[in-house]
């Protein structure tokens, strides 16, 4: 599967952003899915997870109750809603693909995934 991530931006702190994850080749269902970040100089580090079948979510304490992972598995796609942005979220973020068996497993390990996007950058000012 290809993933593409876009949606990135320039924003001040406070303001909200949308990011889409677009999948082609198999079906996107088959795999569980998240977002991962990578701020400069540091390493790349879990955002949010997805089941399968979108219902099941789990996310990084510092985005916890600001940021939203949802899916659209007809459309074959997967969405962060980031809100109440703050300089600190500033990164390139990445979308992520892995197979599970179960349609209510979410992955925060990035071993796990199989196929990555290719990065979208996010860039918060104070």
């Known amino acids: 599967v290809q993933l593409q991530a876009f949606g990135g931006g320039l924003v001040q702190a406070g303001a909200s952003l949308r990011l889409s994850c677009a999948a082609s080749?198999?079906?996107?269902?088959?795999?569980?899915s998240g977002w991962f970040r990578q701020a400069p100089g540091k390493e790349r580090e879990f955002v949010a997870a997805?089941?399968?079948?979108?219902?099941?979510?789990y996310y990084a304490d510092s985005v916890k109750g600001r940021f939203t992972i949802s899916r659209d598995n007809a459309n074959n796609a997967v969405h962060l809603r980031m809100n109440s942005l703050k300089p600190e979220d500033t990164a390139v973020y990445y979308c992520?693909?892995?197979?599970?068996?179960?349609?209510?497993?979410?992955?925060?390990?990035?071993?796990?995934?199989?196929?990555w996007g290719q990065g979208t950058q996010v860039t918060v000012s104070s």
């Open positions: 997805v089941s399968r079948s979108g219902g099941t979510t």
């Open positions: 080749g198999r079906s996107f269902s088959v795999y569980a």
């Open positions: 992520a693909a892995g197979a599970t068996e179960s349609l209510f497993t979410v992955v925060a390990d990035p071993l796990h995934y199989d196929y």
